[in-house]
């Protein structure tokens, strides 16, 4: 089940990104930016066996806009024993579903995965086409400006 991300959700996200981090599979967040960037988020939980009212966060994606026009979709993390069945892909679908309901044809993404998003149509894309204002975020960034990640977009009806 895919829901907006809570509060009580905060440090699992944190957890849950970090161990991919710590891999160099993508870039870790720090508590105070879930914080401060909750509402973009969108978590996959299941419903623990022993206890149905407990979840188990399983997946996260974050939706962020960034200019007219244009989305990023940001830590998309899925606990490794819950990959390969479709998660990750409904949580873009999610993203992609939320950009369409603001009007938004663009979602672009940086990544250490793009044969994933390949296959979920997104194309390469070279980062100098993205708005300046994107790389805001970039500046705080440990990797920064040697940055290896791949730019993707994805286009509405293209």
Excluded at 8 to 18: P, R
Excluded at 20 to 47: H, I
Excluded at 119 to 147: M, Q, R, T, Y
Aim: aromatic share 10%; with cysteine.
């Amino acid at each position: 089940m895919i829901r907006n991300a809570r509060m009580g959700d905060i440090k699992e996200i944190y957890n849950l990104l970090q161990y991919f981090a710590d891999k160099d599979l993508l870039l870790g967040r720090s508590l105070s930016s879930l914080y401060d960037q909750l509402k973009d988020f969108s978590v996959y939980v299941e419903k623990v066996e022993d206890d149905q009212d407990q979840e188990k966060l399983v997946g996260v994606c974050a939706f962020h806009i960034c200019w007219d026009n244009l989305a990023e979709i940001r830590s998309l993390a899925v606990a490794e024993g819950h990959q390969g069945k479709g998660v990750g892909q409904q949580l873009v679908d999610k993203a992609l579903t939320e950009a369409d309901s603001y009007g938004i044809t663009k979602v672009f993404t940086l990544t250490y995965q793009p044969e994933f998003f390949r296959k979920l149509g997104f194309k390469d894309i070279d980062k100098a086409e993205l708005p300046h204002k994107v790389w805001s975020d970039c500046i705080n960034c440990s990797k920064f400006p040697d940055c290896n990640e791949e730019a993707l977009i994805w286009e509405k009806d293209a």
